[in-house]
Each structure stands twice: as C-alpha cells, then as structure tokens.
C-alpha cells in the first residue's frame, strides 16, 4: 500500500476505534485518542486546552471535525518543519 493511502486508512481506523457506535468522538473519547496515540507533548497539551474542543460545537467531534484538526495539525507542522510558521500542535481553522 502507498504511504498515503496508509495515512487516509490509519486515520480512519484510528477514529472508528476510538469514536462510540454513534460515530462521534464525545470529551473523553478524544483525550484517551490523545493519551494514547500522540507522543508529542506540545501537541498532546495544545489539543487538551482548548483546540479540538472548538472543532466540537455540539460537544462531540464528527468525522469531518476531526479530519479538519488533524489537517490543520499537519500544516502547522509543515510550517515549522520549513521555517515557515507557527509551532507543531496548534490546531487553528488559520
């Protein structure tokens, strides 16, 4: 398998593992994902404070709210990996 197509599948496998029969991620689904699944501890702070709880409007996180985060997390990432912006883990709608 391509390594893309190996991203786009752990990410869906990862959100369906940890996401209710309902297909949302409540609170405490998210931060045993975080606890778990990100080693990073800049990262790993800056969703537990407030990030991802902005994505949420309704108090749980969709498929396509989570999607958004984890894209923006990517950026951010490129951004300071090139030198070009702010530091990994800022999950912002920027």
């Given at each position: 398998m391509s390594r893309l197509q190996e991203i786009i599948k752990n990410m869906v496998e990862l959100y369906v593992e940890y996401s209710d029969a309902d297909g949302k991620l409540s609170k405490e689904e998210?931060?045993?994902m975080v606890d778990k699944e990100i080693e990073c501890a800049e990262m790993k702070d800056k969703i537990k404070a407030k990030r991802f709880e902005k994505q949420a409007r309704d108090g749980e996180i969709d498929f396509r709210e989570f999607s958004r985060c984890v894209i923006s997390l990517a950026n951010n990432?490129?951004?300071?990996k090139t030198g070009k912006g702010k530091d990994c883990g800022d999950c912002s709608d920027e």
């Open positions: 998210l931060m045993t990432c490129y951004h300071k």
